[in-house]
C-alpha cells in the first residue's frame, strides 16, 4: 500500500514542475545592461600649428622692426609664450601656462619675481627657464631696431633660481609697466648662429618655435 501510494504522487509531482516552468518562461529575467565602458580613442592636445601665408618675409622675429607684418604677429601669438597676455579690455593678465605668479618681490632695488610653471617647455622638449629670460634681455639690449626695448634697458640684472623654474628681474628704479614685458619670450638656443639659403641669419631673427605645456 505505501508503495502505490508513491506512485500516486508522481503526476502531482510533475504538474507542480511544469507549472514552474511554465512561470519561468512567462517571467523572463530582464536583459543585462549594455556595456558603456567600451574604449574610446585618446584626446591628444595639438602639438603643432600649421599657417598657410603667401610671403614668408626677412624673418618671425616679432621684436624686431624689420621682421614686422601682420604674419609675423599671428604666428607669435599662436606659438610663442607670454608671461602675460592682454584679455579683451586690454589688460595684462597672467598666463598661467607660462608663469603661476609674478609678483613684486622687492622696492629697494625694486625686483619682480617669476615662478614659472614646471610643466612649461618648448617643442623641442626643453623646458621653459631663466636662460629664455636672460636672452631676451640681452637681445632687447643689444640689437639694433628692436620694439620695446626702453623696459628692458632698465633691468639690471636678471636672476635663476630653483633650477631656472623661477626667475628674479632687477630694476634700476621702480618701473610701473612691468607686466608687459618678457611677452614673446624666444628660446635660448636661437642664441647659435643658423644659416637660410647659405646665408647666416642674425640670432635675433631666430624663428620662433611652438610652447607646449601640460
Not at 21 to 43: F, K
Not at 89 to 112: E, I, K
Not at 129 to 152: C, H, K
Amino acid at each position: 500500500m505505501r508503495a502505490r501510494r508513491r506512485f500516486r504522487a508522481l503526476p502531482a509531482l510533475l504538474l507542480v514542475a511544469l507549472l514552474a516552468l511554465t512561470g519561468c518562461a512567462a517571467d523572463p529575467q530582464p536583459a543585462p545592461p549594455p556595456e558603456t565602458n567600451r574604449p574610446t580613442e585618446p584626446v591628444t592636445a595639438p602639438t603643432r600649428v600649421v599657417v598657410g601665408v603667401d610671403d614668408l618675409g626677412p624673418g618671425f622675429n616679432p621684436h624686431l622692426r624689420s621682421d614686422q607684418s601682420p604674419v609675423t604677429t599671428a604666428i607669435a601669438s599662436m606659438t610663442l609664450p607670454s608671461v602675460f597676455r592682454p584679455d579683451d579690455r586690454g589688460v595684462p593678465q597672467l598666463d598661467t601656462t607660462v608663469a603661476t605668479s609674478a609678483t613684486v618681490t622687492s622696492q629697494s632695488p625694486f625686483t619682480v619675481s617669476y615662478e614659472l610653471n614646471r610643466d612649461a617647455g618648448w617643442s623641442t622638449g626643453a623646458p621653459i627657464a631663466a636662460e629664455d629670460f636672460v636672452y631676451l634681455w640681452q637681445q632687447m639690449r643689444s640689437q639694433p631696431n628692436t620694439i620695446g626695448a626702453a623696459g628692458y634697458r632698465e633691468i639690471t640684472d636678471v636672476r635663476s633660481r630653483a633650477a631656472g623654474k623661477a626667475v628674479d628681474v632687477v630694476f634700476r628704479e621702480p618701473y610701473p609697466h612691468w607686466r608687459e614685458l618678457f611677452g614673446d619670450l624666444l628660446p635660448r638656443t636661437c642664441s647659435r648662429t643658423r644659416r637660410v639659403a647659405g646665408r647666416p641669419r642674425s640670432r635675433a631673427a631666430c624663428p620662433p618655435r611652438a610652447v607646449r605645456s601640460g
